[in-house]
């Protein structure tokens, strides 16, 4: 096997950011007011309002830098009736539902619906956090990014008892979401869904403590919608009927998508080059196997996701397009191969030279 030497030298040039962000990301605008608790105008809470009854499950707090979400899981229902159970506290760009019919508790079920209107492509989701409450360590808080293209429908979603209930939704989470959290009452028009970010932990945080979520993807198509949710409690979780503390709570502040300018995996005429390291400045060496030509290919968003199952769900990650990676070919045994990768918000720029030899 002949080798190829190559030299590769990495420089990293920041730019002028252009940030492409999620709407109120530092939770600073509230407005109207549910159930005489005021609420934010960007966001959506999983509040309920069921049978006459309100329950608040968002809050306004001081937060890091100046307000902050503040979202609790609740004992709610009717006990005179003999309706109760304990509810997530979430946060979400989509809308939060439930679904009760009538008073067949054994058929409710509820989840997240939509999103918002969305077309880039982050590397990361940084969120500030505090986690409290009486049981931290038996339930888990989520922090989620999703993105996808088209639109999804369905029918049936599943309930309490682990049946399924009848009641239509579009662009529902669970529906979505199919490799991760999906609809166990099956899709009846899936949407493609491109992107996911999702951090999960049972823990407690007194203090603000910052919490970096990958961004993975699973293949090259550009999103037309996204949605977030953090949630104090067990969802989403195949529906979250059980395993939910009352008063276990997430304080959430600062949110910022972060957009990378590295090649997280290069591949050299198709096949990938293991060695590759996008930080480095020092020399690296490689083979080139057979023929002239030098086909260059970089790709970001690579990795495994584990669902609430322990089923573990492959994303293959995106190949850089040309507005984001350009190449300017040099010779073999002579001038440097010029790849220039520049993050999606203009925030940062790296270059990276391969001198490739026979």
């Known amino acids: 096997m002949k080798k190829l030497f190559v030299v590769l030298s990495v420089l990293g040039v920041v730019g002028a950011a252009n940030a492409q962000q999620l709407p109120d990301p530092h939770f600073e605008s509230w407005g109207g007011k549910f159930n005489g608790d005021v609420q934010l105008t960007e966001w959506h809470g999983s509040?309920?309002?069921?049978?006459?009854?309100?329950?608040?499950?968002?809050?306004?707090?001081?937060?890091?830098?100046?307000?902050?979400?503040?979202m609790t899981d609740r004992a709610v229902g009717i006990p005179k009736l003999g309706i109760g159970a304990t509810g997530p506290g979430y946060l979400s760009l989509g809308v939060p539902w439930q679904y009760l019919k009538g008073?067949?508790?054994?058929?409710?079920?509820?989840?997240?619906?939509?999103?918002?209107?969305?077309?880039?492509?982050?590397?990361?989701?940084s969120v500030w956090v505090k986690r409290v409450g009486p049981k931290t360590n038996?339930?888990?808080?989520?922090?989620?990014?999703?993105?996808?293209q088209g639109t999804s429908k369905s029918h049936q979603y599943k309930n309490k008892k682990g049946g399924c209930t009848t009641t239509e939704r579009i662009n529902e989470e669970s529906d979505i979401r199919r490799a991760t959290d999906g609809n166990e009452c099956g899709v009846d028009?899936?949407?493609?869904?491109?992107?996911?970010?999702?951090?999960?932990?049972?823990?407690?945080?007194?203090?603000w403590i910052q919490i970096k979520v990958p961004i993975l993807y699973m293949n090259n198509g550009k999103p037309t919608m996204c949605n977030v949710i953090f949630s104090a409690g067990n969802y989403p979780a195949f529906r979250a009927n059980d395993g939910l503390y009352d008063g276990n709570a997430l304080y959430v502040d600062d949110v910022e998508l972060i957009y990378s300018s590295?090649?997280?995996?290069?591949?050299?005429?198709?096949?990938?080059?293991?060695?590759?390291?996008?930080?480095?400045?020092?020399?690296?060496?490689?083979?080139?196997?057979?023929?002239?030509?030098v086909k260059i290919e970089g790709f970001r968003g690579i990795g495994t996701l584990t669902n609430i199952k322990g089923e573990k769900a492959r994303f293959n990650g995106r190949k850089l397009d040309s507005q984001e990676m350009t190449v300017?070919?040099?010779?073999?045994?002579?001038?440097?191969?010029?790849?220039?990768?520049?993050a999606e918000d203009g925030s940062s720029t790296h270059v990276y030279k391969l001198k490739i030899k026979k």
């Not at 028009?189 to 203090?207: F, H, L, S, T, V």
């Not at 997280?264 to 005429?269: Q, R, S």
């Not at 080139?288 to 030509?293: H, P, T």
Request: with cysteine; charged share 25%.
């Open 47 to 70: 509040n309920v309002n069921q049978a006459g009854f309100k329950f608040t499950f968002l809050y306004q707090k001081p937060g890091r830098t100046g307000y902050c979400a503040y």
């Open 189 to 207: 028009e899936p949407a493609k869904q491109i992107a996911e970010g999702w951090y999960r932990a049972r823990a407690k945080y007194d203090e």
């Open 103 to 125: 008073l067949n508790v054994s058929g409710a079920t509820a989840g997240t619906e939509g999103g918002i209107a969305w077309k880039y492509r982050p590397d990361t989701m």
């Open 262 to 293: 590295r090649i997280d995996k290069l591949v050299i005429n198709g096949k990938e080059w293991k060695d590759f390291n996008p930080d480095t400045e020092k020399v690296q060496t490689y083979t080139l196997e057979s023929g002239e030509s």
């Open 328 to 342: 300017v070919p040099g010779e073999i045994n002579g001038a440097p191969w010029v790849i220039t990768v520049k």
């Open 138 to 148: 038996d339930e888990d808080f989520h922090l989620l990014y999703y993105a996808w």
